[in-house]
């Protein structure tokens, strides 16, 4: 399985920006899928899941911000990311992902892309 990031971008606070990912699969009907970030000096944290039924879970800090969605057809899932802020600035990634009942979204496996830099910068 391979995860294609889109280019991310600079992008000044209150922007928006808009990440789509290519998923190299048969069918991408069952699989529950994510979007994880990775900011300098921290651990990857998942940002947004998005299960086969098309139910999502959302980190708090992008709630209201950030809408996960996925095309079954094109094998794609996006990130549609508004109202940026310095915060957000990160590498973000695509993968499988899910989450426990309250839980957090999480990644299900090890699998990765390159990931793509989002900056976030006046």
């Known amino acids: 399985v391979q995860f294609a990031e889109s280019e991310g971008g600079l992008v000044q606070p209150g922007g928006s920006l808009t990440l789509s990912c290519s998923i190299s699969v048969l069918t991408m009907d069952y699989y529950d899928l994510g979007w994880f970030r990775q900011a300098p000096g921290k651990e990857r944290e998942g940002v947004a899941c998005?299960?086969?039924?098309?139910?999502?879970n959302y980190l708090d800090s992008v709630k209201g911000r950030f809408t996960i969605s996925r095309d079954n057809r094109k094998k794609t899932v996006t990130l549609q990311m508004n109202n940026l802020s310095f915060e957000d600035t990160a590498v973000y990634y695509c993968?499988?992902?899910?989450?426990?009942?309250?839980?957090?979204?999480?990644?299900?496996?090890?699998?990765w892309g390159p990931g793509t830099q989002v900056t976030v910068s006046s």
């Open positions: 998005i299960n086969s039924e098309g139910t999502t």
């Open positions: 993968s499988f992902g899910g989450w426990q009942p309250r839980g957090k979204c999480h990644p299900l496996g090890d699998y």
